[in-house]
């Protein structure tokens, strides 16, 4: 399941994206739009700037925008620094790998085998969407209405 910080994560960075040719936001202003909490928001977009995702400006006018073009944002990585792991058991992980505590033998392992597949499947979706692509469903979810 997507947590809400991730899912945060991602509504800020797209309506940070649709701002682009705009000025930096304020976080009250991302926060009330997309009906995010304040304080945890304010958490989500520093480590995303941490990460060099977004440039923040302080004073007035200042805000945040993107640092690169939405385009080359994919979500794969706002998962990664908002929830860390994409496997859904640790042995599958292929940045957060450890062998799980109850496991005898990795190699033969059913459960192991299928949730490579799964984490496999999961990264080539993640990995070939960005933040743009996301933009553009959005776009035409709302064509089709």
């Not at 690169?68 to 292929?94: F, H």
């Not at 192991?112 to 969407?129: H, W």
């Amino acid at each position: 399941m997507l947590s809400k910080k991730t899912k945060y994560a991602i509504k800020a960075m797209v309506i940070l994206g649709k701002n682009m040719d705009k000025p930096p936001m304020q976080i009250s202003r991302i926060a009330e739009q997309e009906k995010i909490p304040k304080k945890f928001l304010e958490q989500i977009l520093l480590d995303l700037r941490n990460a060099g995702f977004l440039y923040s400006k302080k004073g007035a006018g200042g805000g945040y925008s993107l640092n690169k073009d939405p385009k080359d944002i994919y979500l794969v990585s706002i998962m990664r620094i908002t929830d860390g792991p994409i496997a859904m058991v640790p042995c599958a992980s292929l940045n957060f790998y450890h062998k799980c505590d109850e496991c005898h033998q990795e190699t033969t392992c059913g459960i192991r085998a299928v949730f490579i597949e799964v984490r496999d499947a999961t990264l080539k979706i993640l990995s070939e969407t960005s933040i743009a692509d996301v933009i553009s469903r959005e776009s035409n979810l709302i064509l089709n209405i």
